[in-house]
């Protein structure tokens, strides 16, 4: 990567730092995993002993390493299941071992086992469920659980609805932990349901959205941040800084804990709005709360400032973040160049293109238009050309969709000259 251009230094803060170092593509929407209740002691391995591992998923191989050596039925019971071709084999051997060792009482742990491992259909769940209760054994929110992240593991959500209502009809209604975990799947798995839909989907309700929100907290179900993040980016899409502030308070108020997504998305939502000031102020906030700013909070306040004019001050913001150890990606180098034509800096937009060239980074078809245009607007038709064929090079567009950006680039810069709107 080359130096910086000297033209730069007086807008950046830290002109002698590696700054334009090739970063991959980073993605805003990326969701952190919700916390995990710890297991309880009916879910925990029922033995750590060192036992010899199954080596085959047939049954009639575990059957005989079981009569050669019956102790810790649990255990042996969980190595099989690992490595059973279908979960009734792992039924079927549970079955051997509770016929074969008459001192063996299987406890909650050994339903969960199969559980564990009943990932395929409803069949072998009902079917350990009822061996549960002839048993004696109540299934839990602990067996609900199991069953249902078991399901969720397998992209079986659709049958892992029907189990929570199952579970919530003929035994016990599933915990706080196991409907989060359920909805966190559905939400990132189907775009037409529930709280991701109405977000997301062509004609935002996020009115709906937040009265989903009150009807699941009614009916015992507590938002986790997940959802809440899911509707604060909804009011993103729609410039609605003041709706994202109040529904991170309403998040607040319900005493979910915000995350490095929320303040994200938040300082994208004002820097969107035009309140890159407020936007600001959320830095110490995150701070504050163990959170350092990264290349999207960065990239978000930089795009606020370019909307609003200031690309200069964008720039100061890019040595900044470098300053602080931040590396800048793709979206921050098209946000730059996209700003700095807006501005009339088609100069300083050339200049940094060279950089964005130098490190082999793809241009995005707004960045890409926008400064295809600024050179056309400044007669710069060879310079034009060259960025094209950069363009197509990289693979930051295909063909066809560069060609099409330059065509009518060039039919706007003729009938501009005709009405007099260009030097």
């Not at 699941?216 to 809440?228: A, I, N, Q, S, T």
């Not at 995350?259 to 035009?274: A, M, P, R």
């Amino acid at each position: 990567m080359g130096k910086i251009p000297p033209s730069f230094r007086s807008a950046i803060a830290n002109p002698n730092s590696s700054l334009f170092r090739p970063q991959p593509p980073h993605f805003p929407n990326k969701q952190q995993q919700p916390r995990k209740p710890k297991p309880s002691k009916q879910q925990q391995n029922p033995s750590s002993s060192s036992l010899p591992l199954f080596k085959s998923p047939n049954l009639q191989d575990a059957k005989k390493l079981f009569n050669s050596d019956p102790r810790f039925p649990n255990s042996l019971l969980h190595s099989y299941a690992k490595l059973a071709q279908t979960p009734s084999d792992s039924v079927n051997f549970f079955n051997h071992i509770t016929k074969t060792l008459s001192s063996f009482s299987p406890d909650r742990s050994t339903f969960h086992i199969l559980l564990s491992h009943s990932s395929n259909s409803l069949s072998p769940i009902h079917q350990t469920l009822n061996l549960m209760l002839a048993a004696g054994i109540t299934p839990d929110t602990t067996t609900a659980d199991v069953a249902v992240r078991s399901l969720c593991s397998a992209a079986r959500l659709d049958l892992a609805v029907e189990l929570i209502k199952e579970f919530a009809s003929k035994h016990c209604p599933p915990d706080t932990y196991t409907f989060n975990f359920l909805v966190k799947h559905l939400c990132k798995s189907r775009t037409t349901i529930l709280i991701d839909n109405v977000c997301n989907g062509k004609n935002l309700n996020l009115r709906e959205a937040m009265r989903l929100v009150s009807v699941l907290h009614e009916e015992g179900f507590k938002p986790d941040c997940f959802v809440y993040n899911t509707i604060m980016k909804g009011y993103c899409l729609l410039s609605r800084g003041s709706e994202v502030i109040e529904v991170y308070n309403k998040m607040k108020e319900e005493g979910v804990e915000p995350d490095l997504v929320t303040y994200n998305t938040l300082i994208f939502g004002l820097s969107k709005s035009g309140r890159v000031t407020e936007a600001k102020k959320l830095l110490r906030v995150m701070a504050e709360k163990g959170y350092f700013p990264d290349e999207v909070t960065y990239t978000s306040l930089m795009n606020g400032l370019c909307r609003k004019g200031d690309a200069l001050g964008a720039l100061a913001l890019l040595g900044e973040m470098e300053a602080k150890g931040c590396s800048p990606n793709e979206c921050t180098y098209n946000t730059l160049l996209h700003g700095l034509c807006k501005a009339r800096l088609v100069e300083k937009a050339v200049e940094f293109y060279g950089v964005i060239r130098a490190g082999g980074l793809k241009l995005d078809t707004a960045s890409y238009g926008t400064f295809v245009r600024a050179l056309c607007r400044e007669g710069r038709i060879a310079e034009k050309y060259e960025v094209f064929d950069y363009a197509v090079e990289s693979e930051s567009l295909t063909d066809a969709a560069a060609y099409s950006t330059l065509e009518s680039t060039l039919k706007w810069l003729r009938k501009a000259k005709e009405q007099g709107l260009t030097v």
